[in-house]
């Protein structure tokens, strides 16, 4: 089965938007710093994550369930950095 344009175009959504947090974990995860990240801002995007994944579960769309569960660990862990070292 050849993917349609639609699904390499979601595809490709779903990968950049799911590591767009990646080199903020890491340089809080190396450095520790993490004074200008807002725990709001993290808590809010992670609690929106989860909203994508329970609609990406009713939909049965592994695409949706499996980016958004990605970038909701991510966030997860950003809160988690900024709880740790303030």
Not at 7 to 29: E, F, R, S, Y
Not at 43 to 72: E, K, P
Request: aromatic share 6%; charged share 10%.
């Amino acid at each position: 089965m050849t993917p349609n344009f639609e699904t390499i175009l979601g595809l490709m959504a779903a990968v950049l938007t799911t590591v767009a947090n990646v080199p903020q974990v890491w340089k809080a995860w190396q450095t520790g710093e993490t004074k200008d990240l807002s725990l709001a801002m993290t808590l809010i995007l992670a609690s929106g994550l989860g909203l994508w994944v329970a609609y990406g579960m009713m939909r049965a769309d592994l695409v949706i369930v499996v980016a958004n569960a990605t970038a909701m660990l991510l966030a997860m862990t950003l809160a988690a950095l900024k709880l740790r070292h303030g």
